[in-house]
């Protein structure tokens, strides 16, 4: 053959071999995470798949779902070469697409296309721009600039309001500007007021004889001391499930019964009882198997553990209100005996997010001595809490690996608005706080006090260990061991806290 009548053959075999070259396989997992690269291996178990950060190894009970051999490219170009240069529905719709497949670069390039053709457009909104008096701006900054406003601690604000803060100043609810230590009064006052009336409430509950709720507080994820205490006393309670395998299946059985739970899964560590697919019980075991790895590391546990921890999973969030006796607000719960949550998202978080949380003081229960005692200890709220806000937003990073220490941009947002206006809790004050004040509004503080003094630097990080090592004692004092193991004047540290807070993003 001829080399004229040859290369049209090379081509098309040329654009043929990219093509292949450039496809993908995309898995997405039961947990929502998708993994892009290409198999390279599968057997009935697992999958091998090559990807940007080399290969790995999922299992195939963690895969909801496979796209194989997807060329993003070409179906990109396919679907571009149709629309008008004036067709703004077109391009916002591929940009909507191109986010389906997590391709944020091509997503931007269409939906400023979009706007190109249509200088309103609402694609403006996905590219960050915002309207004032008319006109589009499409940084944060030169919004804020036009309105006037400037950025303090991390929070847009008018200028008149951040002087004011800057001035030691706190704006309450009614627009009023008092000192602060002026609202620290008003809010002692407003927290022992409610305090009181919840209290009455119950009393009164009790009076008629109506079944008294566990007292969950106002956070999502429900609360570590006081429905322990008020259900199984100061004391708690132990583990229920059985340490001899043939007891277990006995009490198994009842206990499944008078639930009317239908389907249970036992992992290593775990046992997970449940209404829901069989599936999501087993991933949510494995999930936790791999969490339990983490809390042994961190909490340096090396004894055996003799019985799995016990999971209610209701199968929806109307079933676990109603069993549980629960508001909508709330998403699990700890008391003690089980951990109790559902399938699905309750606020900012998920089934995943409230296992890690309350998992966290399952785990505790395990490893320190009198912890549900601790809840109503003088600074110890702040640690038990602190920590299951910080576990609660690790993320699964593939082969079975779990990565702590991230950002957990709910807690922080709420931490670093506090924080600008003066309306925080001094650190001071959270070190002394106990379980009966401590509201949902202190997850966010207790997430961040964990948080600065494990990353902030290595000196903080090493008397944090020392400070973690403590609550192993059998009568731990946490006021008295935070200040000997952190011997700085606590205005400064505070000051040191915020500031560190501001530079998080």
């Not at 396919?78 to 529905?89: E, Q, V």
């Not at 003799?306 to 079933?319: K, R």
């Amino acid at each position: 053959m001829k080399l004229k009548k040859l290369l049209p053959v090379l081509v098309a075999f040329i654009v043929a071999v990219c093509s292949v070259a450039f496809a993908e396989d995309i898995i997405r997992l039961t947990n929502g995470q998708e993994l892009r690269g290409k198999i390279i291996d599968e057997t009935g178990d697992s999958i091998i798949l090559r990807g940007k950060y080399g290969e790995q190894e999922i299992k195939r009970d963690e895969i909801e779902s496979i796209e194989r051999g997807f060329d993003f490219d070409g179906e990109f170009k396919k679907r571009a070469a149709g629309i008008g240069a004036k067709d703004s529905t077109g391009w916002y719709e591929l940009g909507l697409w191109c986010e389906e497949y997590k391709n944020q670069e091509k997503a931007k390039e269409c939906f400023q296309k979009a706007i190109e053709a249509d200088s309103e457009h609402p694609a403006r909104e996905k590219l960050g721009h915002r309207k004032y008096q008319g006109r589009w701006y499409e940084s944060e900054e030169e919004y804020y600039a036009a309105r006037g406003w400037v950025n303090h601690a991390g929070v847009w604000m008018p200028r008149d309001d951040a002087d004011k803060y800057k001035a030691g100043l706190v704006k309450r609810d009614d627009g009023t500007w008092v000192s602060k230590k002026t609202w620290d009064v008003e809010e002692k006052r407003r927290r022992a007021e409610r305090l009181r009336k919840k209290e009455q409430e119950r009393k009164e509950k009790e009076a008629r004889g109506e079944k008294v709720e566990e007292d969950p507080g106002k956070d999502e994820s429900g609360d570590a001391g006081a429905a322990i205490r008020r259900r199984m006393g100061s004391g708690g309670r132990r583990n229920p499930v059985p340490k001899d395998k043939g007891a277990r299946k006995k009490w198994l059985e009842s206990f499944m019964q008078k639930g009317g739970w239908t389907r249970h899964h036992e992992s290593r560590h775990y046992l997970f009882v449940s209404t829901g697919p069989a599936e999501k019980i087993k991933h949510f075991a494995k999930v936790m198997d791999c969490m339990y790895k983490e809390y042994c590391r961190i909490f340096a546990f090396k004894e055996k553990q003799e019985q799995p921890f016990l999971v209610t999973l209701h199968g929806s969030q109307s079933e676990f209100c109603k069993k549980e006796r629960k508001s909508r607000g709330v998403g699990g719960f700890y008391d003690g005996a089980r951990i109790a949550c559902f399938l699905g998202r309750a606020g900012s978080l998920n089934t995943q997010t409230v296992l890690f949380h309350e998992g966290t003081h399952q785990f505790q229960g395990l490893v320190w001595p009198g912890m549900l005692r601790m809840t109503g200890v003088p600074g110890a709220i702040w640690m038990i809490e602190g920590l299951a806000t910080y576990f609660e937003c690790a993320q699964i990073v593939g082969g079975g690996k779990i990565a702590t220490g991230q950002i957990n941009k709910g807690r922080l947002g709420t931490l670093r608005g506090a924080m600008a206006r003066n309306r925080y809790t001094k650190l001071s004050d959270l070190i002394r706080m106990t379980q009966r004040g401590y509201s949902a509004f202190h997850y966010a503080h207790g997430w961040g006090l964990c948080y600065f003094l494990i990353h902030a630097d290595s000196k903080l990080r090493k008397k944090f260990k020392e400070y973690f090592k403590e609550f192993k004692k059998p009568n731990v004092k946490p006021v008295e061991s935070f200040k000997r193991i952190f011997p700085y004047d606590e205005e400064k540290m505070d000051q040191q806290w915020k500031n560190y807070i501001r530079t998080l993003r």
